[in-house]
């Protein structure tokens, strides 16, 4: 998105102005025309700000204006008027242009004028993201980053079962996000006002399994000093997430069916039946139809659980998704942490991209922590030649955008220093930011 657009018949005002606002870093396209810049809209989007002599040939500034406002009457619309046009001007304003300036006027007013709207439309349009924001944190669900067709698939499938009553079965490696898309599955649910509860089934002694899941009464054992909740009543209404169901003892899967086909459960010591009405995600990283067929999981339990099975895929099958992923596990480090998000270097951005990944998306974020740390990624080898798996345009554009994202980050947003970390010509810059969809903002302090 342009800082502005700037509209006037005369060259030599249009040259002065480019001038100045290079020097204030305030990036613009300028138009001879208001139907210019009208096309340009339609092409580059909506700048920030627009800026209009109100008489030009053709179309006037003040039919601009009307224009503009009726796309999106949030944008500051600033109009430069000769001494004859001072009605006009505050007519203007009372149609919603944000302010207007006579000619001839100092240099001075216009960029201070401009600068002022640019952080008015800025702070809309924060505030908008943020109203998104929280619309798809209520709906959409924990952020699944990636772009690739995987990835998008499993998007579109969590959207279509999301909002069912169906038990799901997820498996993947270790570290490919199994709990991010199990409460990605919850926040997209009518369940989402209830609890997320998570429990590893690996991770709980054999004899304090079944207290864990369906708690248990006062004296039930020794020492059962009080009654417990378990797992299943905690989540009533909401989602139980079951990781590692390959590491539940055999038993214990027993009790887990019934509970699955009856919906109730009893507290251990008690004979009371409770319902409970919840939605059960399972998570593996093994073959579970292996494990049954070779008595290491029940068969029928196995079946009872994958009625839909959503299967994540290894880093090694999504490397385009590397870069941003990675810069996002940065930024988070470093906000943490206290630290600046450094650029990577070209040379740890290929090893990043050939790596073979065996932790996943856990090892790669724990790869961005100890960058943002130690300043190196420790010893990361290359085992695949990019070039293997993924098409030659898709790596430039992906490294491309990345060594900007990261040249930006480094220079704290400031656009003549990333200029001249990336020896690029201004314009070069800004149509690739635009291209990519960077916004210089994001990475000011």
Known sequence: MYDVFFIDDESDIRIAIEQSFELEEISALFFASAEDAMLAIKQHGMPKVVISDICLPGLSGENLLSTVLNQDNAVPVILITGHGDISMAVNALRNGAYDFIEKPFAIERLIDTTNRAIEKRQLTLENQELKRSLKASQTLGPRIIGDTPLI??????????????????????????????ARSIHEQSSRREANFVAINCGAVPENLIESELYGHEKGAFTGADSKRIGKFEHAQGGTLFLDEIESMPM???????????????????????????????????????QAAEEGEFRQDLYYRLNVVTLDLPPLRQRREDIPALFHHFLLVAASRYGKAANALPDTDLQTLMSHDWPGNVRELRNSAERFVLLGNLGHLNPTQPIADSIPLATQVAEFEKTLIEQALASNHGKINETLDTLQLARKTLYDKMQKYGIEKERYKP
């Open 251 to 289: 038993q214990a899967q027993i009790r887990l069916l019934r509970v699955l086909q009856e919906r109730v459960i009893e507290r251990v010591g008690s004979n009371e039946l409770i319902p409970v009405d919840i939605r059960v995600i399972a998570a593996t990283k093994v073959d579970l139809k």
């Open 152 to 181: 998008q698939n499993l998007r579109d499938t969590i959207t279509h079962i999301a909002d069912t009553s169906a038990d799901i079965l997820l498996f993947g490696e270790t570290g490919t996000g199994k709990e991010l898309f």
